[in-house]
């Protein structure tokens, strides 16, 4: 059973950055294709972010394009998620995902096509 854990998370000043990191235990974790999503009060869950299994292929919200990058860890097992100027809006619990099987090129912006889910870390953007 393959399980995701974020940390990272916490309070920071709008223009600042934040990292978070997702590790995984369980299961062949270099086959996945991962995503980043988050959700805020009284919100959809909502897509950040996707990386092939291969490491090669990026996929971002317009949202966040240009200010976060999703890269894999040095740990063959993790995958980090670079958040840089951040904005209140930004402000959200954020999510991990995993998906097994997946084409080499393969990203998806929908939460239905992810497998696997962390419980999530808080990000709090103060103006």
């Known amino acids: 059973q393959v399980q995701l854990v974020e940390s990272g998370g916490g309070l920071v000043q709008a223009g600042g950055s934040l990292g978070l990191s997702c590790a995984a235990s369980g299961g062949t974790f270099s086959n996945y294709a991962m995503g980043w999503f988050r959700q805020a009060p009284g919100k959809e869950r909502e897509f950040v972010g996707s990386?092939?299994?291969?490491?090669?292929?990026?996929y971002y919200a317009d949202s966040v394009k240009g200010r976060f990058t999703i890269s894999r860890g040095n740990a063959r097992n993790t995958v980090n998620l670079q958040m840089n100027s951040l904005k209140p809006e930004d402000t959200a619990v954020y999510f991990c995902?995993?998906?097994?099987?997946?084409?080499?090129?393969?990203?998806?912006?929908?939460?239905?096509?992810?497998?696997?889910w962390g419980q999530g870390t808080q990000v709090t953007v103060s103006s």
């Open positions: 990386l092939s299994w291969t490491g090669v292929n990026t």
């Open positions: 995902a995993g998906a097994a099987g997946r084409p080499r090129s393969w990203g998806s912006s929908i939460v239905g096509d992810y497998e696997y």
